[in-house]
């Protein structure tokens, strides 16, 4: 086994993944490229002197604090709820998997606004808290259930026999075998919570993302907007590396079998507990918003008809599912290559995709209208335009997606196939890319989900003209016309849980 | 300019090329020769004269309001319109972003503020007198790049179960029995022209002074005015700084039964701005005739009634009358201002972080 590893990790890599990875995490940098360029607009000393301020250091810490406590109470309510519905014999666990993962379908702006315009005093630190995490805990949750699904019973069995068996023992043995899947789903979240900008604004906390649209929306200063998203891109780059480091050597704890058998572990009198956390996640982050929801559709006047909604439907799951295909496209090499070829260069090409991810839409959104009216004025405020810059901000999103399922194909069965004469790309044609299907359809339903929710990109380059329902619910909670806004954010809600139910019932 | 300017110069460039190699041949600067022919057309007396084709408007103002408008132009007219809805600020920030290769041809805006710093780069064509005239000239661009097309009037909106007296001067405020009953949009645009107005009339020391007073005061910020009054309805805050039609909007979408807030307008104090939304054609617009047509629209008796009938502003067009339970905008004695200083927003936005009113 360890002769064949060798055998792999020294074989070069393949071009035909090499050239297009390169390309796709090159061009995924572009709108990085274009803030350091305003950044520097006006030298070097100006950018220095807009850092070393205290308001800046200010906000790292307000945008710091919240990312750090979104992600703990992601952490800590994901490895029960995964744990019980995978491993346990939780009544109802096949039920509970899919609703658990459905707060994803949520809009961050729209469960702000159900539950500020029931409550106002949740305004500040408290309310971003609870929507973000209501609204970011699958990320953890979902990359989670996978990998226990796919966790060997030995070390649960040794557990038992060696009168270790406690529930909760037996959970965090499974959590720790995990670790590095915790990991990538935390950073998911703080980066998801850095570059978050409805919640932070509708609740009225002071974090990065709100002070650089104010910079571009009311400021005409791109200049600072730009030097507050390199610093944002700084701590998101710690972020990634901290990750990495936290993910240690964490796939050789998996089992090398594609699913594990399992009996489920009995939880007896604490299944209780269990439920009860279930229910109160669930009541939390999906009934109360839709609650709200139908509260505002019930008073719903005549302000659209039913035409307006459809077209506005149609709007957004046509870009968001091409969209959806074009970065699965785009990530599949890089994927293939961080999975299969494991090398420092592979992991940068991973990371690099995440850069972009971290920026705030407002951010990508200026960049890429700075980009397109220069070098693709054909395309400019046309679909191809917007398609691609969906792809350049989820493209993480499928790479993790396509990801997980790749690292699952033993590497030896690519060794085999090389010792057989095979060549790198027959072994990814006839081995990896058959095997890896299920995550492309996984990682095309998460990246669609995404595109339906994303409002700040896809309003500044959707083609004239055209609406979706997130610029629908835009228009009408700025004038907080709630009702008029009820049945987009229905639609959404609706629309999007299509998606999120794929991703999460594939297994 | 200096060495690590041309580098990330050309870092852009490479990745630019790396995501479309189709690119790099549009990268040369456009400085611009704005050489437009049709210039001879803007004083001829009918801005519609002879004009047709599909024109792309960028509107600030939302589709909700002004989307029956658009129709009714086109109807009218037999110009297309094609509109891209969004908010002021952002979409002056996309044409500033995207220079003069900007597909607009009109940029109707909320406020002042976003036209003037669009006029400031030098996007904006000159309007043709005929549409200036229209609107009386302290509420159009003095250089004639945009036009004023509806004004509203900043208030302070109350809550008369709490507030049987409200006060009649913003300099009230700053008295302590308000102190934490005071509601404001902090990023509201119409908000930050108020703070701008002040330090145009009153002086940056005088401005300071009146701000630092009032966050003595403990102000509870909001992220919109919509919100603000929704706060100053439920009162969850005694009175709010917003426009004034906030008020009839809430009456028209919920019913007066509804609403127990009510605005009390401040003539001849400086609260009491009148602030315009406005218009103006693009320098670089490929149809600079339509584009005037749809401009000339906004400024007529059709447009001004219709602005009152949909969005409860004031009409700047004489004949045309304001809403019932409106004082006449005679009545209104605002501050005398240029509203085209209102866009050194930039200046009020340090002013207002200073005295930490807002983040920046």
């Not at chain 1, 966790?151 to 720790?176: C, F, K, N, P, W």
């Not at chain 2, 064509?125 to 004639?144: C, K, N, Y």
């Amino acid at each position: 086994m360890s002769t064949t590893l060798k055998i792999s990790r020294r074989s070069r890599l393949p071009a035909p993944l090499v050239v297009p990875a390169v390309l796709a995490a090159v061009a995924s940098l572009a709108p990085l490229a274009y803030l350091v360029d305003v950044a520097f607009d006006r030298g070097a000393s100006y950018l220095w002197d807009e850092i070393w301020q205290r308001r800046t250091l200010d906000l790292v810490v307000r945008s710091g604090l919240l990312a750090a406590a979104v992600t703990a109470a992601s952490v800590a309510l994901s490895i029960p709820l995964a744990w019980s519905v995978m491993r346990s014999d939780l009544v109802g666990r096949r039920v509970w998997r899919v609703v658990l993962a459905l707060p994803l379908a949520v809009p961050s702006y729209l469960a702000a606004f159900a539950w500020i315009s029931w409550e106002s005093s949740l305004a500040g630190f408290w309310g971003a808290f609870l929507v973000l995490t209501a609204v970011s805990y699958p990320y953890v949750y979902l990359p989670l259930t996978a990998a226990f699904s796919r966790l060997d019973q030995a070390l649960e069995e040794i557990a038992s026999v060696h009168g270790r068996g406690s529930t909760t023992r037996l959970m965090m043995l499974a959590a720790r075998q995990c670790r590095g899947t915790i990991a990538a789903g935390s950073l998911l979240v703080a980066l998801y919570v850095l570059s978050d900008f409805g919640a932070v604004a509708t609740m009225r906390y002071d974090a990065f993302t709100w002070v650089i649209y104010g910079a571009y929306r009311a400021g005409f200063n791109p200049t600072r907007a730009a030097v507050l998203a390199l610093v944002l891109v700084l701590i998101a780059l710690a972020l990634v590396v901290a990750e990495v480091v936290a993910r240690g050597r964490a796939v050789t704890t998996m089992t090398s079998r594609a699913v594990a058998r399992h009996r489920p572990i009995r939880l007896r009198r604490n299944a209780v507990w269990f439920q009860l956390l279930a229910v109160a996640i669930t009541a939390v982050s999906l009934v109360f918003p839709v609650w709200r929801i139908l509260v505002w559709v019930d008073s719903y006047g005549p302000e659209d008809g039913f035409g307006d909604v459809m077209s506005a439907l149609w709007g957004s799951v046509r870009y968001s599912v091409v969209a959806a295909v074009a970065t699965v496209l785009v990530a599949l090499p890089i994927a293939l290559l961080v999975a299969r070829y494991r090398t420092r260069t592979t992991l940068l090409l991973d990371r690099s995709t995440y850069v972009t991810h971290a920026l705030p839409g407002i951010v990508v959104a200026i960049s890429m209208v700075f980009i397109g009216v220069r070098v693709m004025r054909p395309v400019y405020l046309e679909a191809p335009l917007l398609v691609l810059a969906y792809v350049a901000l989820f493209l993480p999103l499928a790479v993790g997606g396509i990801r997980a399922s790749a690292e699952q194909i033993p590497l030896g069965l690519d060794d085999v196939a090389r010792s057989l004469g095979s060549s790198p790309m027959a072994v990814v044609r006839r081995i990896n890319l058959p095997l890896v299907a299920p995550g492309l359809a996984a990682a095309a339903a998460l990246v669609t989900l995404a595109a339906m929710k994303e409002l700040p990109v896809t309003m500044l380059l959707r083609p004239t003209g055209t609406e979706t329902l997130a610029t629908r619910l835009w228009t009408y909670t700025t004038v907080s016309d709630y009702a008029g806004a009820g049945p987009y954010a229905l639609a959404i809600i609706v629309f999007v849980a299509i998606p999120t139910a794929i991703a999460t019932g594939r297994r | 300019m200096s060495t690590p300017r041309r580098f990330l110069n050309v870092s852009v460039s490479f990745l630019v090329a790396g995501l479309f190699p189709i690119a790099l041949v549009a990268c040369g600067g456009d400085d611009g020769e704005s050489n437009d022919t049709s210039s001879e057309i803007a004083d001829s007396a009918d801005p519609c004269e002879g004009a047709t084709g599909t024109i792309t408007v960028y509107s600030g103002r939302s589709e909700k309001l002004v989307a029956d408008l658009y129709t009714s132009f086109s109807t009218d007219t037999g110009i297309g319109v094609e509109v891209r809805y969004g908010d002021s600020g952002e979409l002056a920030g996309q044409i500033l972003t995207e220079g003069s290769a900007s597909p607009a041809d009109v940029f109707f805006s909320q406020d002042a503020g976003a036209l003037g710093a669009v006029s400031q780069v030098g996007l904006f064509a000159t309007l043709p007198t005929s549409i200036l005239d229209r609107v009386p000239s302290e509420f159009s661009s003095p250089i004639g790049h945009w036009v004023g097309t509806s004004g509203r009037v900043r208030v302070i909106v109350y809550n008369p179960t709490l507030v049987p007296a409200p006060p009649a001067s913003i300099d009230e405020l700053l008295d302590s029995s308000w102190k934490g009953k005071i509601g404001f949009a902090p990023t509201n645009a119409s908000w930050q022209s108020f703070v701008t107005a002040l330090r145009v009339i009153r002086g940056e020391d005088a401005a300071r002074e009146w701000l630092q007073g009032f966050a003595d005061n403990d102000p509870v910020a909001y992220e919109k005015n919509g919100a603000v009054r929704d706060a100053v309805n439920a009162g969850e805050v005694s009175l709010g700084l917003v426009n004034h039609y906030y008020l009839f909007e809430k009456i028209a979408a919920e019913g007066a039964d509804a609403v127990v807030a009510k605005n009390q307008y401040l003539p001849g104090d400086i609260g009491g701005l009148v602030n315009v939304a406005g218009a103006g054609v693009l320098a670089e617009s490929g149809n600079r005739r339509a584009a005037q047509c749809l401009v000339s629209y906004f400024v007529s008796d059709t447009g001004q009634q219709y602005f009152v009938d949909e969005s409860f502003e004031y009409p700047l067009v004489g004949g045309v009358a304001p809403v019932d339970g409106q004082p006449a905008f005679d009545e209104l004695d605002p501050p005398a201002i240029d509203l085209s200083d209102l866009s050194s927003i930039a200046a009020t936005q340090e002013l207002l972080a200073d005295v930490g009113l807002l983040t920046l």
